[in-house]
């Protein structure tokens, strides 16, 4: 049967492969890859296959190279870094393999914003602050529903997660504390090349985030992270694991 796996490699740390990825990448016969958004660790699991920088390659080259390859019945992987489904183009490449009758299959993987709260030591949902995480990116070249304006997205003060925005900083925040958004004071987090040997991570405000990014040099491939989850001065403790909670495993001790 000719089939696609479309596999993420998670956020840098080799450590942080999924066993399946892992597995599909050592047997791949080609791998169409993420360019130097996958560290060279991970793609040297790639024994014997043939490896394709998709950096270098448009559209068209890389659906070729998916298609020709499967037709081939070679065990073909398109890696990306994260997981696929986030901030990917997958959709298109498995709507087009389908015309061939090829079949596709994405493996998930860590995604850096995951990786991102993990190195800041925090959770992105916690009782009595927020819920709810928004997940976006600022508009440049890519436009975005009006909806979905950074200055409408924040007047709900959830956590705020951006991708591919770092290099538009000054703008986010500038659209970010709008009226009816978040106060200057809010704590912002942005976490470069989250998991890699070289992360960084810059801790600061929406006050001052602008300038310590500027002097720390960070103009890609990071994380933003917006929200009082940040080192929170308050926050409540979950019912799930108090003594007068009742659920359907556990009787409360009060009842």
């Known amino acids: 049967m000719h089939k696609v796996y479309f596999v993420g490699c998670g956020p840098g740390d080799p450590d942080l492969l999924t066993i399946k990825a892992m597995k599909l990448i050592k047997s791949a016969d ?39 390859s ?15 489904t986030i901030y ?21 993987g860590v995604t850096s914003f995951l990786a991102s709260a993990a190195s800041i030591g925090t959770q992105l949902t916690l009782p009595g602050v ?3 995480i928004i997940i976006t990116r600022a508009e440049s070249r890519t436009k975005v529903p009006v909806k979905e304006k950074i200055s409408a997205l924040a007047t709900h003060n959830a956590t705020m997660v951006f991708y591919l925005s770092v290099h538009l900083l ?7 504390t709008c009226d009816g958004g978040y106060a200057k004071s809010t704590p912002v987090a942005i976490v470069y090349k989250a998991s890699w040997q070289d992360q960084k991570i810059i801790i600061g405000t929406l006050n001052d985030i602008v300038q310590k990014a500027h002097g720390a040099k960070i103009t890609k491939t ?14 409540e403790y979950t019912k799930l694991y108090d003594k007068k909670f009742t659920h359907s495993f556990r009787r409360s001790k009060y009842n």
């Not at 360019?35 to 559209?59: E, H, V």
């Open 130 to 132: 927020t819920q709810t």
């Open 70 to 84: 499967a037709q081939q019945n070679k065990l073909v992987i398109r890696l990306h870094d994260g997981d696929p």
């Open 170 to 176: 000054s703008s986010i925040v500038e659209q970010i």
């Open 222 to 235: 990071a994380i933003i992270i917006v929200g009082h989850i940040i080192n929170p001065h308050t926050y």
């Open 88 to 108: 990917g183009a997958i959709k298109e490449q498995i709507d087009n393999l389908s015309k061939y009758n090829i079949k596709s299959e994405i493996i998930p």
């Open 30 to 68: 080609v791998v169409v890859y993420s360019g130097s958004l996958i560290p060279s660790q991970i793609t040297k699991f790639c024994k014997n296959g043939k490896l394709y920088d998709a950096s270098k390659l448009i559209r068209e080259e890389i659906f070729d190279l998916l298609k020709n």
